[in-house]
């Protein structure tokens, strides 16, 4: 298949069909089903956020990244205990390679727990973010964001629990009332054609689901039967995604799939914000009992050596930060490392 063939593999998916009545929405269920289990990867139209927050959050990334390097290195994210913060290009490993890339990391405002208190080591990961002084409407713009996506995310969810057979609020008891999420704004900046192009190397998310609002320029890619593909902006597009504990949720049905993103030309930069909608610290993912129609297409879990999954999910969070962040690890948590 050439290139652009290749790309309308990547479904796009209307989701006011959802909520369009008993016939739309079973032709919605279906092709969100097939959609999960054939490439984990779609876009989604029809999700009602409105068009100037999208606006803001990219020109507030755009702004944020265009502060000083005194500015953003005043809450680099090695002074958190709580990975959150500024991450400078090539800060951030994918499987042990520097991604070309500078981000802002923000989660969900939670009290610290007090070290020595006998509480899982999964409970450093609560705490508060870091904000740059110097852009104080970053934080309302996030706030807005946040609450978007989620609303979003949780459709999105409750039409999962459908389409594999479950109640609607089958999947709730995982993220509900204390979600635990991951918010990043992103800058791939363009460099010189050389031997690595990594803006981020090949990876599976973490989390239930993934939502991703993308500027104009292309980089994003996902690897399918017919190699890497790339996921190119749509306007008034996200691209949904789905995560590891989904994965384990329906034994494999629903698959988390490798992506990566190359990295830009030099001259051009490439800015994307994604939410990462994972689970509740202290949940421990359940199997669901699938139809047996869909249970006889469940795979299992993919088994990876190099990153072994959990269904205690605050243990598999924190394994995927330590791994990710290094210097986090080594100033802050060296009492976990091997």
Do not use: C
């Amino acid at each position: 298949m050439r290139a652009a063939e290749l790309n309308h593999l990547i479904p796009q998916l209307d989701l006011r069909r959802f909520d369009a009545g008993q016939e739309p929405r079973a032709d919605f269920l279906a092709q969100l089903r097939a959609a999960a289990h054939d490439i984990g990867f779609f876009y989604v139209t029809g999700h009602g956020v409105d068009t100037g927050l999208l606006s803001d959050v990219l020109i507030s990334a755009q702004r944020f990244f265009a502060l000083p390097d005194r500015d953003k290195l005043a809450i680099e994210m090695v002074k958190s205990p709580h990975f959150r913060g500024y991450n400078r290009v090539a800060s951030e490993r994918t499987r042990g390679q520097p991604d070309w890339r500078e981000q802002i990391d923000f989660g969900a405002e939670r009290p610290t727990v007090p070290r020595g208190s006998g509480a899982p080591a999964w409970t450093r990961l609560r705490g508060p973010n870091q904000w740059p002084e110097g852009l104080p409407e970053l934080r309302t713009v996030v706030s807005q964001w946040q609450a978007a996506a989620m609303q979003v995310l949780s459709r999105i969810l409750r039409a999962f629990a459908l389409a594999l057979g479950q109640t609607a609020a089958a999947l709730e008891p995982l993220y509900a009332d204390d979600p635990h999420y991951l918010i990043k704004l992103i800058r791939y900046p363009g460099r010189d054609a050389t031997d690595a192009d990594q803006g981020v190397g090949a990876h599976k998310d973490a989390g239930l689901i993934t939502l991703l609002l993308q500027d104009d320029h292309d980089g994003l890619q996902v690897e399918t039967a017919h190699g890497w593909i790339g996921v190119p902006p749509r306007a008034g597009t996200f691209v949904i995604n789905i995560g590891e504990l989904l994965e384990l949720a329906s034994d494999g049905y629903l698959r988390a799939t490798m992506h990566r993103v190359v990295t830009p030309p030099s001259g051009v930069e490439r800015l994307s914000a994604a939410f990462f909608l994972g689970a509740r610290l202290d949940a421990v993912v359940p199997l669901l009992h699938l139809p047996p129609a869909l249970a006889r297409e469940a795979r299992g879990p993919e088994r990876d050596p190099l990153n072994p999954l959990f269904r205690e999910v605050g243990l598999n969070y924190l394994k995927g930060r330590l791994r990710s962040h290094p210097d986090v690890a080594i100033r802050h948590h060296s009492d976990l490392l091997d």
